[in-house]
């Protein structure tokens, strides 16, 4: 779904590993999937660069892999939903409690995409 005229949305980014990213894609690039019990917090990043950070230096160690993903929210949604800086001031991620995530991946316009995936794969020139 495209934004439609007006709807005003916010880029936010996750860090996910391997079976976090093949829930999404089984959604068809549309939802986030449930947190498990011991994740009462959805937290996305406001920052690519954080999201990239988080993606190689603990997705890949805890699973061997590690995917920053990008989407689209709808702004008014996400306003809903405290904004924390955890560290750095680009350190900065919402807060969505477990048990609003659907009422949160309903806000979602468009897909879910993969921008990055860590290890790096190497090409030859």
């Not at 949305?9 to 860090?15: A, D, K, M, V, W």
């Not at 009462?40 to 805890?62: L, M, Q, S, T």
């Not at 892999?65 to 560290?87: C, D, I, Q």
């Not at 316009?109 to 794969?121: C, D, L, N, T």
Request: some cysteine; hydrophobic content about 40%.
């Amino acid at each position: 779904m495209l934004p439609s005229r007006g709807m005003s949305t916010s880029t936010l980014f996750r860090p996910v590993g391997p079976e976090e990213l093949a829930l999404i894609e089984a959604s068809g690039w549309r939802r986030f999937p449930p947190r498990l019990p011991d994740q009462p917090i959805f937290y996305p990043v406001c920052d690519e660069g954080y999201a990239r950070e988080i993606a190689e230096h603990w997705n890949v160690p805890a699973s061997g892999k590690g995917y920053v993903t990008r989407f689209a929210v709808r702004a008014e949604v996400l306003a809903r939903y405290e904004r924390k800086v955890v560290g750095a001031r680009r350190h900065a991620e919402h807060w969505i409690p477990a048990e609003e995530l659907d009422a949160f991946n309903d806000a979602i316009v468009g897909s879910i995409e993969v921008i990055a995936e860590y290890p790096r794969k190497v090409t030859r020139g």
